[in-house]
DNA sequence: ACCTGAACACCGTTCAAGT
DNA sequence: ACCTGAACACCGTTCAAGT
């Protein structure tokens, strides 16, 4: 993959000579990663994998990496590194926060189930603690007390991650069952939910039954939305007043 | 494990004749993969330890179960059957729905990192549903609309399934150290993170760095309660006035 | 219909041996 | 210091053969 080589005639034995090994950094591993993960997704990017990627094996990849856990955690730092922040400006705090998190959704939609790694690592990167500080720092400079704004900035991280992770799933899914185009999975997907809703007893669960429209209207994209606008509506609750 | 044989003396080939074969059962395989996850967590949940249990190989469950992904689905679904819900009373939804939404966050919380199977499947298992009805019904007949209500439910699933997996991750990092005491393992987890907060550079992370005693106050309890207030306060926003 | 052993195509990690 | 092949201890699933 790295590099082109003219392939042996099939009576010579391949073997390398020992000068031609790669030569491996943890940035090239790291991008082979990001690389296999966008292209195939979390669950192929495996050490042998990654290994291949510089035809050779697993373990010539722990020189540069500790473990998966901690490759992983390198790709998805370099992830976050694409997401942009802009000035501060508390006056705007609500919008910024709103556009924040609609940027750290759309960098993390872009790239496979990468959010499962956020979820399950508690992620401490470089990245990490640059977007806390904007987060925090925005909510405290707005006038939050230091405690609400750790706890708010906690619930937002989350909250971001595992919808992303939840979108992550339905692409997943529809890769899995060799479809390409969201509409059309989509479609069925929904179509498969609205048909097992209206297939319940009535009886038990009226209200399900009787409004099957209403469950199915939205997508992620206005679930996420809404979820947003709940939190943000409760973050402000808590803001001091500023008339 | 199943049925306690004397052991065979060791100069006797221990070949077990076929009539003594396993009676499996769906429910049977369901209840010894709840056993292992209740022991020994989520990732040792493997179809060969499930199958261990009843001392045969693993293809014997596939009798019962399409794949382990359906296996899991059923033991999530008979872990939802441990949740009680209450006559509703739509007068009280904001209580209800809190009282609800710690229940289900209990139940999880109880059952090592099982959250991870919902977060990774899009449950349609019968005790999700019976668990949509309840809390859709509630949002509808407190005068909510439909489409609110199918959205303010949709995201407070997310929320609980989500903290209690999070949650989960640090119970399976403690159990991974070898601790068993959740406040050792609590304390010697924030007083890294704190550490780690402290030594950044203050001229690039002053908020972080000033207010580390906030960032690391509140465990992870009272910031499920938190998120929860706060997604509680904005479906209240949302609802026809009651006054 | 249900159960089984063996096999297939994978995993992450370690270790001794090479350069 | 960096790279490697081989091995270890695992995976989920399939399949032909048994009862």
Redesign the interface.
């Known amino acids: 993959m790295a590099t082109e080589d003219v392939p042996l005639p099939p009576w010579r034995k391949s073997r390398k000579p020992a000068q031609l090994r790669r030569q491996l950094s943890q940035d090239l591993i790291v991008e082979a990663g990001l690389r296999i993960l966008d292209a195939e997704g979390l669950d192929a990017l495996s050490m042998r994998r990654v290994a291949q990627e510089f035809d050779t094996g697993p373990a010539s990849l722990y020189a540069h990496v500790a473990n998966k856990e901690e490759l992983l955690e390198l790709v998805y730092d370099r992830v976050l590194s694409e997401i942009r922040l802009p000035e501060r400006d508390p006056g705007r705090w609500k919008e910024q926060l709103r556009e924040y998190m609609v940027e750290v959704h759309r960098v993390l939609a872009k790239h496979a189930d990468l959010a499962?790694v956020a979820?399950?690592?508690?992620p401490?990167g470089e990245n990490s603690?640059r977007m806390?500080?904007f987060v925090?720092?925005l909510l405290?400079e707005a006038g939050m007390?230091?405690?609400d704004?750790?706890?708010?900035m906690?619930?937002i991280s989350?909250?971001v991650?595992?919808?992303a992770?939840?979108g992550s799933?339905?692409f997943t899914r529809m890769r899995a069952a060799g479809l390409s185009d969201p509409q059309e999975y989509f479609e069925s997907f929904v179509g498969q939910?609205a048909g097992?809703?209206r297939a319940?007893p009535a009886a038990?669960?009226?209200?399900?039954t009787k409004?099957v429209?209403?469950?199915i209207?939205?997508d992620g994209e206005?679930?996420f939305q809404?979820?947003l606008?709940?939190?943000?509506?409760?973050?402000e609750?808590?803001m001091p007043r500023t008339p």
């Open positions: 499962r979820l399950a690592n508690i401490t603690v806390g500080e925090f720092g405290i007390s230091p405690r704004a750790a706890l708010s906690d619930r989350l909250y991650v595992s919808d992770y939840e799933v339905h939910i097992y809703y319940l038990r669960f009226p209200h399900i409004f429209d209403a469950l209207a939205d206005e679930r809404y979820g606008e709940l939190l943000l509506d409760g973050i609750a808590r």
